[in-house]
């Protein structure tokens, strides 16, 4: 069964450093996202991402976040200054359309701890 | 503002017990309504979309109340695999990629 790929599962990065989260969306689909997920809070929208540019972005996603698609297949996140706060799970989803009768399918999430 | 709000649990049940959990939530413009399922420190699963006319999936059955703006999901005959987070969430139909807007979750238990 396809699935999303995530790399790597856990990234330790100092404050102030920038940090890159890759992920691999399944292979047909046109629709990326990323979302965070704070220990113990809930999970939270950062972007999404169709035909190269930037569809729709959260309040959280300001000007220290940025995304890519670098080539065919992978989709990154970009954190160009690490604060303690980013600490968070980062995942990855991607969907077929972007719709909501399509389904969007998670990565396993990137660990990010930021020291 | 686009809030989704759920009881955290934990709900401790007995396996073979039927459970039930609600959420609700705060946009009235909301256009679809999903459970997901997270077992800890992985990845959201879709579980299951919820239809105004109500669904079922197995044991799995989901309701939605648009004029209470009220969700629901019910649990038969429990298995200890269904032990993990529920997670009530919403989508927002804005014409663009849409992102989910999740609940906290709530955290399931099933004791042998």
């Known amino acids: 069964e396809p699935e999303v790929t995530q790399t790597p599962s856990h990234q330790v990065t100092q404050m102030g450093q920038e940090v890159i989260l890759r992920c691999v969306p399944i292979?047909?689909?046109?629709?990326f996202y990323w979302y965070r997920q704070i220990l113990g809070q809930k999970v939270e929208f950062l972007v999404s991402?169709?035909?190269?540019?930037?569809?729709?972005k959260s309040e959280i996603f300001d000007d220290q976040f940025s995304v890519e698609r670098p080539d065919g297949s992978n989709f990154t996140l970009k954190i160009r200054s690490t604060k303690l706060e980013d600490s968070a799970m980062y995942f990855c989803?991607?969907?077929?359309?972007?719709?909501?009768?399509?389904?969007?399918?998670f990565g396993p999430g990137t660990r990010l701890t930021v020291l | 503002r686009k809030e989704v709000e759920q009881d955290p649990g934990p709900f401790n049940v007995p396996e073979g017990a039927t459970v039930a959990f609600n959420c609700t939530y705060s946009?009235?413009?909301?256009?679809?309504f999903f459970w997901y399922r997270q077992d800890c420190r992985k990845e959201p699963k879709l579980l299951m979309s919820?239809?105004?006319s109500g669904n079922e999936d197995g044991r799995f059955t989901a309701q939605l109340n648009r004029a209470s703006q009220y969700i629901s999901l019910l649990i038969r005959d429990s298995k200890l695999s269904d032990s993990a987070t529920y997670l009530c969430?919403?989508?927002?139909?804005?014409?663009?990629?849409?992102?989910?807007?999740f609940g906290k979750g709530t955290h399931l238990i099933i004791q042998p």
């Open positions: 989803a991607s969907s077929e359309g972007g719709n909501t009768y399509n389904e969007q399918f």
């Open positions: 292979s047909n689909h046109l629709y």
């Open positions: 991402f169709y035909n190269n540019e930037i569809s729709e």
């Open positions: 946009n009235s413009a909301s256009q679809s």
């Open positions: 919820v239809y105004s």
């Open positions: 969430v919403v989508m927002y139909s804005g014409g663009g990629a849409d992102g989910l807007t």
